[in-house]
C-alpha cells in the first residue's frame, strides 16, 4: 500500500491548481466545455486529499489550531460558510438558471419552435431523431417528468442542435 504522505500531498497539490483554475474561469464567466463539470465533480478529489494530508500532518494541523490566528481563520471561514446559506436579498446564477429552467419546461413544444425560430415540425423531428417522441401540444414536463437531468436532456436537443 502507497504510504499516506506520498499520495496525500501530491493529491492536494494536484487538486487545488484545478479548483483554482476552474474556479477562476468560472469567476469570469469562462465556462466552455466542461470547466463547471470537472470543478464540481473533480473537487471530491481534492477533498479526498486534503482529508488525507490533514490525517498524515495531524499533530502539526491541531498545533495550527491552538494558535490565535488559526483559531481566527477557521472561526472567519466557518461563519462565512453559514451566512452563504442566506441570500441576503441577493439571486444567484444558479437560483436564476433554475426559474427559467423551469420556465422553459412547462410550456409547450410550439412555443419553444418559436423561441428557437424553428418550425413546429422540424423541432419535433429533432427530438425525434434523439429517440424523444413528442407531440406539438406537449412539455418538455409532459415527456421528461419532473427529472431536472432529463429535462435538460430535452432541453438541450431543443437549444443545441
Do not use: Y
Request: with cysteine.
Amino acid at each position: 500500500m502507497i504510504p499516506l504522505r506520498k499520495w496525500a500531498t501530491p493529491l492536494t497539490i494536484g487538486a487545488f491548481f484545478l479548483m483554482a483554475a476552474t474556479g477562476i474561469l468560472m469567476f469570469f464567466h469562462i465556462d466552455r466545455g466542461i470547466i463547471s463539470g470537472a470543478h464540481e465533480w473533480l473537487s471530491w478529489l481534492f477533498l479526498i486529499g486534503v482529508a488525507g494530508h490533514v490525517i498524515a500532518n495531524f499533530r502539526p494541523f491541531t498545533n495550527c489550531l491552538k494558535s490565535r490566528w488559526g483559531r481566527t481563520s477557521v472561526s472567519f471561514f466557518g461563519i462565512v460558510f453559514v451566512a452563504s446559506f442566506f441570500t441576503w436579498g441577493a439571486r444567484t446564477g444558479g437560483q436564476f438558471l433554475a426559474a427559467i429552467q423551469n420556465g422553459l419546461v412547462s410550456v409547450p413544444m410550439t412555443t419553444l419552435a418559436a423561441m428557437t425560430h424553428t418550425q413546429p415540425d422540424v423541432l419535433e423531428q429533432r427530438l425525434e431523431a434523439h429517440g424523444i417522441v413528442v407531440r406539438k401540444d406537449q412539455s418538455i414536463r409532459d415527456i421528461a417528468g419532473d427529472s431536472p437531468r432529463k429535462q435538460l436532456q430535452v432541453l438541450e436537443v431543443v437549444f443545441l442542435p
